[in-house]
């Protein structure tokens, strides 16, 4: 089965409002606070920039931001808000497209590194993060942990979210390490409306090998951006991996 591109200019007119949550201070603040840390006065490179949910505080912050995106239609978006010349964006595939210039700081955050779908790729994205580093550079992955223990044997199919109009639901790929989120959103007559993303599910430990190939080291592993510990009941984390000089 081929899932129609779930980054159309249907799903990126309705980013900003769906993922409403996302853009709340609590969640944003700590997160921008930290990456201009790590930026440490030089520049950052966002990887899959979308509508520019991170860079645009980010860049507020005194960051100058450049991104990487796929989609124009996400890109169209960004543009609604900021111009090229304040946040200049690449189009192409954050897994070999290349931005111009050097930059102190890599980031990819909202799960995205799960989009590339094989392993290869996902390699791939840490070794373009790499490229574009300065030595002793960061890339810093936001990354949910899988969900595997919610799957009992024999069952495929987890419900992740379920409120009041929308329903999440993922359906896993074992063999293959690939999971499939369906989000319906639906009012109160029979129509609904179905959104699909593939992903390829990734552990952390996987991610540390992925890094090492790229010349990484894991820096610091957290489970949110304000440094919470990171344990064996976290359901996302941030990872901090540093070139090595
Ligand atoms: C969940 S959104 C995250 C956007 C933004 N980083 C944020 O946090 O709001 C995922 C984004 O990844 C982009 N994307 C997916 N695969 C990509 C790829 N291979 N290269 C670059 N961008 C990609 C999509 O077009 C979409 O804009």
Redesign the pocket.
Known sequence: MTLSD??DSET?KA?DKL?AA?FAPAVLGPMVDRLAALAGGGRAL??????????IPLHEKGVPVTG????TA?IDELRGKVDDATIPVIV????T?SAPGRFSLVY?????IT??LSQR?QVA?FRNAARHLEAGGRFVLELGVPDLRKLPPGQTAVVFADQPGYIGLDTYDLLNQRVVSHHFRFGDDRQANLLRSAHRYVWPTELDLMAELAGFELEERSADWAGAPFTAESGSHVSIYRLAR
Request: proline share 3%.
């Open positions: 779930p980054w990126a980013y993922d996302m966002e990887f899959a920039i979308g509508t520019g949910r991170v860079a990487i995106e796929l989609s996400m192409g595939d954050m897994a497209a990819l955050v909202y799960n995205t989009n590339l790729e994205c």
